[in-house]
């Protein structure tokens, strides 16, 4: 085999960042990346960012941009025609990285920054709010079939450092969705969704496997135990109808590669001929550096870059709502709706509290507080309040006009919960919309929030529960 030239080399790589770019652009990502606060999105743009840096020198200039930009073409245009058509782009990148999808399954990084371990033990809280009824043990499920957080094993070592601090439960941390099941869960009060994605519990090979395991829990529920979800539980078992993954777990070969291509498609092509031209790559790359050289320097740091690419490819509104429907209803409607949109971390939100009398919230004391996070908000028609209680949500009336302009596929309601219960069955469910950015486990009322919360599903800590809307 012959030895790739540089330029060969630069080119691979850059299309290597580029396809994980459009992946996590498009709420795809490939296991295993990491990154703080960013669920592993800073590390693929640093990836990209030093691909582009052909000089080494720490800077991003235009040039080296328009130039990494320009040798990609040539690549992808193999036959000289002087155009790409989408085909061919997706050609070009599944050539030059294999799909994601074609590594094999996903290996999940199963172990917390010491550093982030630390922060979150200085505020760690002491006390629970109730005492338990009798000895509590929780299962906590860190399986994520579409994006992978960074910030799952951290959230498993809260819930576990929480129970051992407190007195309040006993914790067992799995990765295996086979957990769940009618003879194991026997053993455990509640089950905590720790940013689950995608068809978290199904077994694509086995279909009675499957089934199996979506009955366990909600009898597990339905029967008088406890359900808690944090962040991703919610971008959980939603897409397209027909589907094995969800709206936000695109990938493979055909899937992000394809939906990456078409971006730079719509972007790059102007005339709206089904084709770019090298010039419109070109002015394509001039456009990508001037929004994300907002200082305008003429050069952009690695940070900076990481810091605004995500803004580049704006997650793409569905064609229409048969484009995230529910695809499992009964746990849709029992966890409290599914994701539609994020603002991306580290967005600023003011969270008001709905409810400050109850128990879960008076670690408020009925103040708002401010958050950098991704924030969620759900889809019109799976969230209500008349199917929760809400605890707290979003201050939109503290929201810029430029920040209320990202999202798509806005809420008619003007409804963004953040946190909420809700009776299912016999059991009962707890869930808290942040979580996505280690730094959130560093705050103190969350934390207590949390704890809160968990004592409510585990039935404990007794609280209003009747919907918001009756």
């Not at 914790?171 to 969704?193: C, R």
């Not at 603002?343 to 950098?372: C, R």
Request: proline share 5%; glycine share 10%; hydrophobic share 40%.
């Amino acid at each position: 085999m012959k030895p790739r030239s540089s330029a060969a080399a630069v080119l691979a790589v850059a299309c290597v960042s580029l396809v994980s770019i459009g992946v996590i652009a498009l709420e795809a990502q490939r296991a295993g990346q990491s990154g703080r606060g960013g669920g592993g999105r800073g590390g693929v743009a640093g990836a990209l960012f030093t691909a582009m840096d052909t000089n080494k020198d720490g800077w991003l200039t235009r040039d080296e941009m328009k130039a990494s930009f320009d040798l990609w073409f040539t690549q992808g245009d193999s036959a000289r025609s002087g155009t790409l058509t989408e085909a061919q782009l997706v050609a070009a990148l599944d050539g030059a990285m294999p799909a994601p999808a074609s590594r094999g399954p996903q290996v999940q990084n199963r172990v917390p920054k010491q550093s982030d371990v630390d922060a979150m033990m200085a505020v760690l809280p002491a006390t629970a709010p109730a005492k338990p009824k009798r000895p509590r043990k929780v299962l906590v499920l860190c399986k994520a079939q579409g994006y992978v957080h960074s910030s799952i094993p951290l959230a498993a070592k809260m819930v576990e450092a929480l129970g051992t601090k407190t007195s309040a439960w006993s914790t067992v941390i799995t990765y295996d969705p086979a957990d769940i099941n009618t003879q194991n869960l026997k053993q455990y009060d509640l089950i905590f969704l720790d940013s689950t994605t995608g068809l978290f519990l199904d077994d694509p090979n086995d279909a009675a496997a499957t089934a199996a395991r979506r009955k366990a829990l909600l009898d597990f529920v339905r029967g008088g135990k406890g359900l808690a979800g944090i962040h991703a539980a919610t971008d959980s078992y939603h897409g397209v109808p027909g589907t094995t993954v969800s709206a936000s777990t695109a990938g493979g070969r055909g899937g992000a590669n394809a939906l990456l291509a078409t971006q730079i498609m719509e972007q790059a092509d102007t005339n709206h001929t089904g084709k770019i031209s090298r010039q419109q790559l070109d002015g394509l790359a001039g456009k990508w550096f001037d929004a994300l050289d907002t200082d305008k320097a003429g050069k952009l740091s690695e940070a900076d870059f990481a810091r605004h690419f995500a803004s580049l490819m704006p997650r793409p509104a569905p064609p229409g709502p048969q484009a995230n429907e529910p695809l499992w209803p009964e746990f849709n409607h029992m966890i409290g709706g599914y994701f539609k949109f994020h603002w991306v971390y580290p967005q600023l939100i003011t969270v008001k509290i709905d409810d400050p009398n109850s128990p879960l919230t008076a670690m408020f004391h009925g103040q708002e507080y401010q958050i950098h996070d991704e924030t969620y908000t759900f889809a019109q028609d799976s969230f209500s309040r008349k199917n929760v209680h809400v605890l707290t949500s979003i201050d939109y009336s503290k929201m810029s006009d430029a920040d209320k302009a990202k999202e798509t596929n806005k809420r008619t309601d003007g409804d963004y919960a953040l946190s909420y219960i809700r009776r299912e069955g016999k059991g009962r469910v707890f869930y808290e919309a942040h979580g996505h950015s280690e730094t959130v486990y560093a705050i103190g009322p969350f934390l207590e929030h949390m704890l809160a919360g968990i004592q409510y599903a585990l039935g404990d800590l007794k609280a209003d529960d009747s919907p918001s809307e009756k």
